[in-house]
Nanobody, 125 residues
Framework: VQLQASGGGLVQAGGSLRLSCSASGRTFSGYPMAWFRQAPGKEREFVAAINWSGSNTHYADSAKGRFTISRDNTKNLAYLQMNSLKPEDTAVYYC???????????????????WGQGTQVTVSS
């Protein structure tokens, strides 16, 4: 399974970005997808997750109300729409998916087996 994250960049505080994650190597629609981020000197942290159909989502408290995770199973793409960005959102953002379907959405990095290469998001104040 290969994941490719894209869409990062430099944006001013209050701005928006949409990250994309393309997947290949297996049936995309059968598995949940998640976004994590890692800032310099910090541990990787959960941002959002979505189930196989898109009917169920889960967000970190820091993302609720500002970020939206979605997916298009016809295009093998997952998205993270980020609005009202803050300087503290600056990080490398990774998409991830587990090796097998999970009974419920999880925010633990160890539950995800495949990871994209990351895309840098920088929010200036």
């Amino acid at each position: 399974v290969q994941l490719q994250a894209s869409g990062g960049g430099l944006v001013q505080a209050g701005g928006s970005l949409r990250l994309s994650c393309s997947a290949s190597g297996r049936t995309f629609s059968g598995y949940p997808m998640a976004w994590f981020r890692q800032a310099p000197g910090k541990e990787r942290e959960f941002v959002a997750a979505i189930n196989w159909s898109g009917s169920n989502t889960h967000y970190a408290d820091s993302a609720k109300g500002r970020f939206t995770i979605s997916r298009d199973n016809t295009k093998n793409l997952a998205y993270l729409q980020m609005n009202s960005l803050k300087p503290e959102d600056t990080a490398v953002y990774y998409c991830a998916t587990p090796i097998k379907a999970l009974p419920s959405l999880t925010r633990l990095p160890d539950d995800y087996d495949y990871w994209g290469q990351g895309t840098q998001v920088t929010v200036s104040s």
